[in-house]
């Protein structure tokens, strides 16, 4: 069964780079999903899509973090991962990784598989 | 940009209640309308997808319909494991991506 895990920094300066990254395991980052995407959640509020890379390497942003974002793989560590940068105290939040099922064949596949979510703080 | 409104933003029930939320797009999103429930410091769950369509291993007390603008999710018999906060979620493809509505908090009364 697919799992997901984020890691990276917890605290991150204004200004600098948020860089996180998503350990896919009981599967190839290379063939078990049709994409692979990020959301976020800031404390206390809604779900916020930030991007997904799919299985072709297109990537596809939020057109509001879309200057800032980027999702890129790794596949000989079995990983995704996400840059944003020029972050702001209003980017704090709890980033979650995420995929479809692996029967997705649509880029209209919701992400159903999830991993638990990292807050990430930005912060002086 | 398709913009998503849900309602009630929160709610309180008994149990073995009926609860109603309903979604509405900004234009015609055909069926591209996904249910998710989320717990206090959980990641969110994936209920309901393309609208109707019970995901694997959620409970049938929870369903969907509609199409278009307009959605609604029923949960029949509300159970106290159903306090979390429920989202619907759209999909986009010019270009490919997904939007959220704000949620819908739903708690025992």
């Known amino acids: 069964q697919l799992q997901l895990q984020e890691s990276g920094p917890g605290l991150v300066k204004p200004s600098e780079t948020l860089s996180l990254t998503c350990t896919v395991s009981g599967g190839s980052i290379s063939s078990s999903s049709y994409y692979w995407g990020w959301i976020r959640q800031p404390p206390g509020k809604g779900l916020e899509w930030i991007g997904s890379?799919?299985?072709?390497?297109?990537?596809y942003y939020n057109p509001s973090l879309k200057s800032r974002v980027t999702i890129s793989v790794d596949t000989s560590k079995n990983q995704f991962s996400l840059k944003l940068s020029s972050v702001t105290a209003a980017d704090t939040a709890v980033y979650y990784c995420?995929?479809?099922?692996?029967?997705?064949?649509?880029?209209?596949?919701?992400?159903?598989?999830w991993g638990q979510g990292t807050l990430v703080t930005v912060s002086s | 940009d398709i913009q998503m409104t849900q309602s009630p933003s929160s709610l309180s029930a008994s149990v073995g209640d009926r609860v109603t939320i309903t979604c509405q797009a900004s234009q015609d999103i055909s069926n591209y309308l996904n249910w998710y429930q989320q717990k206090p410091g959980k990641a969110p769950k994936l209920l309901i997808y393309d609208a109707s369509n019970l995901e694997t291993g959620v409970p049938s007390r929870f369903s969907g319909s509609g199409s278009g603008t307009d959605f609604t999710f029923t949960i029949s018999s509300l159970q106290p494991e159903d306090i979390a906060t429920y989202y619907c979620q759209q999909y986009d493809n010019l270009p490919p991506g997904f939007t959220f509505g704000p949620g819908t908090k739903v708690d025992i009364k």
């Open positions: 890379i799919y299985y072709s390497g297109s990537t």
């Open positions: 995420a995929s479809p099922t692996i029967y997705c064949s649509s880029t209209s596949c919701p992400p159903s598989i």
